[in-house]
T-cell receptor, first 117, second 116 residues
Framework: QQQVKQSPQSLIVQKGGISIINCAYE??????FPWYQQFPGKGPALLIA?????SEKKEGRFTISFNKSAKQFSLHIMDSQPGDSATYFC????????????????FGKGTKLSVIP | ETGVTQSPTHLIKTRGQQVTLRCSSQ?????VSWYQQALGQGPQFIFQ???????GRGNFPPRFSGLQFPNYSSELNVNALELDDSALYLC???????????????FGPGTRLTVL
């Protein structure tokens, strides 16, 4: 059972454009939603994260939008740059101390973003 | 601040062999989680170690085992290797206080295991 569904699988965006990656989750116990960026040959690096008590979080060019009722969240990359070309993963986890599963991140399958000049 | 480090970087084994992968947690972190990332997939949780004990496990068979040492570093051991074990193995560290872990996990660069 895939608990976090991510789309699209790949994305090509022109430099300066907006990149949008979407994720949907099934487990209503999830309450922490990070996004990771992974370059080839490297481990995932935390980009930005959100909790469901807010509908949007912005850090620089990166924004997470969160829709709790729809159980969906998305990453928006404004003014996309060639250096943003990487694979992006959404993830989710239940609250710390909530018992089984509270320690593990459940990841989407990833979106390979290519920003072309 | 020292980040998460893993060794070796790459490893080639044959089916049926055993392998040990190593991880040093980020400075100040006391919890280590291991993930398996198959090619083109998201990381899959294997297990987590806290206070030198397994603190949770994903859907992986018992031939995947681990250790955590007093300095919080950790090992992942895989016995009876199968071809499907070929993957990038990621270690992530985090901080747990009073038994409650923070959400943020920081990943190392991974060990690329190839099973022939």
């Amino acid at each position: 059972q895939q608990q976090v569904k991510q789309s699209p699988q790949s994305l090509i965006v022109q430099k300066g454009g907006i990149s949008i990656i979407n994720c949907a989750y099934e487990n209503t116990a999830f309450d922490y939603f990070p996004w990771y960026q992974q370059f080839p040959g490297k481990g995932p690096a935390l980009l930005i994260a959100i909790r469901p008590d807010v509908s949007e979080k912005k850090e620089g060019r990166f924004t997470i939008s969160f829709n709790k009722s729809a159980k969906q969240f998305s990453l928006h990359i404004m003014d996309s740059q060639p250096g943003d070309s990487a694979t992006y993963f959404c993830a989710a986890t239940p609250p710390p101390g909530s018992g089984a599963g509270s320690y593990q991140l459940t990841f989407g399958k990833g979106t390979k973003l290519s920003v072309i000049p | 601040e020292t980040g998460v480090t893993q060794s070796p970087t790459h490893l080639i084994k044959t089916r049926g062999q055993q392998v040990t992968l190593r991880c040093s947690s980020q400075s100040g972190h006391n919890t280590v989680s291991w993930y398996q990332q198959a090619l083109g997939q998201g990381p899959q949780f294997i297990f987590q170690y806290y206070r030198e004990e397994e603190n949770g496990r994903g859907n992986f068979p018992p031939r995947f085992s681990g250790l955590q040492f007093p300095n919080y570093s950790s090992e992942l051991n895989v016995n009876a290797l199968e071809l499907d074990d070929s993957a990038l193995y990621l270690c992530a560290s985090s901080l747990k206080t009073s038994g409650i872990s923070t959400d943020t996990q920081y990943f190392g660069p991974g060990t690329r295991l190839t099973v022939l």
